[in-house]
């Protein structure tokens, strides 16, 4: 089946050491998404791609960066991660832009900072 | 800016209760509308999306109505089972842009 796939599900790292989370989509879709949510929180949007087309939300970290080589992958790093960064982190793809395409989600990478 | 604002949780029900899950929104123009549940350690899974004004969205027995008039997206479901335990999510997408709008989110625990 056509997929969002995360890997890993679950990730340590150790407080300022570089990690990265990736994301894989079979779906062809051209906009692909990074969330982060945590503890009983809404998933807040990091940035998306639309195409190649790099989109930063305002208020995210210069700590987080994005990487998507090709259509399918889209990496997250993380350069220096602290406790705070403690999160689910859910991929998500898109067809295009309207309002009538929903996303599909990925099931996360649990990311825990010791 | 455009936001959601949901019902605060946890909402406890006993098996075959009946649910409503409050969503209202504020966008301009006419955004599409979605709900999302989480089931515990999991990604977000679209439940039902209504993308104009009066649609109504359904899925595995829940039904939302886009209703513009007061500006909400209520989730309900005649008969909830304990499978339906998980958080919902309602969230809107503007005609501007691509990426979704969350509300807070709303804890269901459905009891036996």
């Known amino acids: 089946d056509a997929m969002v796939i995360q890997n890993p599900r679950y990730q340590v790292t150790q407080f300022g050491k570089p990690v990265t989370l990736s994301c894989s989509q079979t779906?062809?879709?051209?906009?692909m998404y990074w969330y982060q949510q945590k503890s009983s929180q809404a998933p807040k949007l990091l940035f998306h791609?639309?195409?190649?087309?790099?989109?930063n939300e305002a208020d995210t970290p210069d700590n987080f960066q994005s990487r998507r080589p090709n259509t399918s992958f889209c990496f997250l790093d993380i350069r220096s991660p602290g406790l705070g960064d403690a999160a689910m982190y859910l991929c998500?793809?898109?067809?295009?832009?309207?309002?009538?395409?929903?996303?599909?989600f990925g099931q996360g990478t649990r990311l825990t900072v010791v | 800016g455009d936001s959601v604002t949901q019902m605060e949780g946890p909402v406890t029900l006993s098996e075959e209760a009946f649910l409503t899950i409050n969503c209202t929104y504020t966008?301009?123009?006419?955004?599409?509308l979605f709900w999302y549940v989480q089931y515990p350690g999991e990604g977000l899974q679209l439940l039902l999306k209504a993308t104009k004004a009066d649609d109504k969205g359904s899925n595995k027995g829940f039904e939302a109505t886009y209703r513009k008039e007061t500006t909400s997206f209520h989730l309900e479901k005649g008969s909830v089972q304990v499978s339906d335990s998980a958080v919902y999510f309602c969230a809107l997408r503007s005609n501007s842009g691509y990426a979704l709008n969350f509300g807070k989110g709303t804890s269901l625990l459905v009891t036996p």
């Open positions: 966008a301009t123009g006419y955004p599409s």
């Open positions: 998500a793809t898109s067809s295009n832009r309207g309002g009538n395409t929903e996303a599909f």
């Open positions: 779906l062809n879709h051209n906009v």
């Open positions: 791609y639309y195409d190649k087309d790099f989109n």
